[in-house]
């Protein structure tokens, strides 16, 4: 049976329709029902533009509330969002576009001068429309597809994930499962909202009843004044983020109050949670994907003293399995409400992807003796070196470890002896440290067939729209070398 | 699509084993991993006496833990229990026993002697089996039924609730939802547990992590003192209990940590509820039947200092509508993914209480300008007196305002002239009250035609085992008088 809900924007405008729903760095608020009336609102004006129900409609903004108001309105007519990240490029925008069959581009003022093969319409001009009286969604199906991400995948093309409504409910339920809910939470919203990781904290204020604080771009001064002065209880980030807040926090404290440091975005290098650790930051370590509507698997603080490095178990709804023998690593497997059912037209990769509910994830892994996973790379990035499996995060958390190391990056580069060997890209915090240096730190702590074969100093390391390290790209740049 | 989930005790085990399950008033605790372990293997000694998947087990018990065992090991077996009310009569258990299709019926060792044409077999017994070595169910099946409870239905004999996982699940959800999930939370469970209200407690125990305080026999010292000393933030109780517990509590006050009184079971008199907010007891006036898993409708305290008598509004996953012109009282339907799709064996019953998801539930009700949801009465309970409708509740709520009056239940005569009129049974505190007394009191608050007819004084009022006050009875009553 396909279960119904209310719609849950207007449940929550009615169940608390005078509570924060969105706060901005001016002090500006808008309630749950300011937000429902202005998506209601927005939804009919799109509908003048022709969109209705089924239609799928790009999405190219930065974080705002008017990306947030189109996504809530597409949702009111039936329509699906097809979040299109603001940092690819024209041909790659050209190809999802069009591969996700969108009919209408909706962009932030920024954008709007962009050349699609489709009509193209800022937040604004559609704010300027007239309403069309047209009878919106008061439920949803479950069932109903709600937004389409591409994420690149191991090969070819970027696909195109459908997350029903279903699938962000449970992700939601999920995660308050896991982390409690209490109505005085607040949720700092930093992470793109193109990406499931921030789109997945405005569905979880909407479903919870809880306000997002929208930071529009990150700084470690905004979000660290926000955690002290705005009453801010969860913040999401990834690796770089907490690594930066850190370094802003010092010798300080975080208030009681704050309670969640959600971290995701890929495996976290050891040293930089030991130093939370150490400045009682509460990180809940996570592991999640495009595919499973954000975090599957979540630590909490009170198991981080005797598991640190572990991303955790998963959360109640989900299920997670290693393929390969008991303890080993071998491939990480989950399933879940919340995992996608495939990717858009293209049920040759879903079958390849997902078997009986379960999603092969394309990540490595193990689960200790307690049942706490340990993502140990990529699968597509591990370097195999005379035979030997070589995981490039191992290297990166322990050269993370030397004093004057700001950021690390390994990836295997070919070689005719050893098939693949490790190479380092590091970036300093200054110049007083050789390559000698780190090659000596390496010797004591890594087997010999571990240590880079080449290190590479450079100004920065190449990071997608998450602040997540794309090695595909040092690949590229070790290519040119 | 049929979702599955893990089997929630088996993850709950798995999350948190070390954490107390159910703790006991004599300070026994048992974890989630040994609650896991003790129904794993109660599973297998049950499966030697041939009960399997799909199997109706009747559960005849009073509250205590291997009831709680014997509920999930039928579940570990894919079977179904149906709970069966310690206080019918054995004519009416031998009804529900052969409409339910049950097998065997577990018990207590109290019911053991109890002689149906099928096996009966007490907990204790059970335990002295061997394990028989199968293969117990991992996961759990949404659209799998869990539970069949019987309810007394308008008319006719009682009819089969089918309760499937997936009903139990989001009722759950819903609930924490709606009051939030502090993983500190301890709830006390005191309603007996072979109705939904006190098995829901079990259920959602489970789900959050959390432990239930079990206490197998309302006695208020002992709530009282649980609440004071054992850490219990919530409790379930029916308006009896909270009068009492309101009695007990006197001047003083629960502790802060104390943060929900869920009330439930029936319209609450209004003086009850401004005795409680004056004690600072923090009520969650609740609606909901066997038929919605529980509470379905809910007034969080914050909403009671305006709406002190309103049942609030739908949980979160839950719809509302009254049957009936905007404003006007009508008959209360709710739709859901906690309401059961229909009653067992019983497709005419279905067909007549539910349409398109939507449950009539025979009360009678109305909605204020803000949404929230007033019940009025039961709509079989409703008098109506010379074409004026007359709703029990009122009077009796009325009645209950006067000093030296414990107790009053109200229910239509029939009446040559008028119809029906209404009459009152009365428990008085002492005997310092009299008739006139009461009609002078009545006169100066309600219209002439809501006045009691005739007053009863008796010893006590006729309650069923959730302790609400069964007007059939007093009907009764009245036929011999």
Redesign the interface.
């Known amino acids: 049976?396909?279960?119904?809900?209310?719609h849950?924007l207007t449940?929550?405008a009615?169940?608390a329709p005078n509570k924060t729903a969105i706060e901005l760095e001016n002090g500006d608020t808008i309630s749950f029902l300011e937000l429902k009336e202005r998506s209601m609102r927005f939804a009919k004006q799109l509908a003048q533009t022709g969109i209705s129900k089924g239609d799928h409609v790009g999405i190219l903004s930065t974080n705002n509330v008017s990306m947030v108001v189109a996504i809530h309105s597409l949702s009111y007519l039936g329509a699906v969002s097809v979040m299109l990240n603001t940092r690819l490029t024209k041909q790659e925008l050209d190809y999802q576009v069009r591969d996700a069959d969108v009919t209408t581009v909706l962009t932030s003022e920024q954008f709007k001068e962009i050349n699609f093969s489709i009509p193209v319409k800022s937040f604004f001009e559609i704010e300027q429309y007239l309403e069309k009286p047209i009878k919106l969604q008061s439920?949803m199906n479950l069932?109903d597809t709600f937004t389409i991400i591409y994420t690149s995948g191991t090969t070819g093309f970027p696909k195109g994930v459908i997350h029903t409504i279903?699938n962000h409910w449970?992700s939601s339920?999920g995660s308050?499962?896991n982390l409690?809910?209490?109505?005085k939470d607040k949720w700092l919203a930093v992470l793109p909202i193109f990406h499931v990781g921030g789109l997945s904290i405005f569905i979880r204020s909407v479903?919870?009843?809880i306000p997002v604080y929208l930071v529009e771009k990150f700084d470690e001064k905004v979000v660290h004044e926000a955690i002290l002065t705005k009453g801010v209880t969860i913040v999401s980030v990834v690796t770089v983020m907490l690594h930066r807040l850190g370094e802003y926090l010092g010798d300080n404290r975080y208030p009681d109050s704050f309670r969640c440091m959600l971290l995701g975005g890929g495996p976290a290098p050891k040293p930089l949670l030991e130093k939370a650790k150490v400045q009682h930051i509460p990180v809940f370590q996570s592991y999640g994907m495009t595919e499973t509507s954000s975090q599957i698997v979540t630590l909490s603080p009170s198991d981080a003293l005797e598991k640190l490095g572990s991303s955790g178990?998963p959360l109640?709804?989900?299920?997670l399995k290693i393929d390969g023998p008991k303890g080993d690593i071998g491939e990480i497997m989950v399933k879940?409400?919340m995992v996608t059912?495939g990717y858009y037209k293209n049920p040759k990769a879903t079958d390849i992807a997902i078997t009986d509910?379960w999603l092969s994830t394309g990540d490595l892994g193990f689960e200790d003796k307690d049942?706490f996973l340990y993502v140990v790379d990529r699968r597509k990035d591990l370097i195999i070196s005379g035979g030997e499996n070589v995981y490039p995060s191992e290297i990166e958390s322990v050269l993370m470890e030397m004093e004057g190391i700001n950021e690390v990056g390994v990836v295997g580069r070919k070689d005719n002896l050893w098939g693949q060997v490790p190479v380092a890209f590091i970036v300093l915090k200054d110049r007083s440290v050789y390559q000698d240096d780190i090659l000596v730190f390496a010797e004591k702590r890594l087997a010999k067939y571990k240590i880079p074969k080449q290190i590479f100093f450079v100004d920065e390391l190449p990071r997608n729209a998450s602040n997540k390290l794309v090695r595909a790209k040092l690949e590229n740049m070790l290519d040119k070398k």
């Open positions: 049976m396909s279960e119904t809900i209310p849950w449940k929550q009615f169940l439920v069932e279903g449970w339920i308050a499962l409690g809910l209490d109505h479903i919870y009843g178990k109640f709804p989900a299920q879940g409400a059912s509910g049942g």
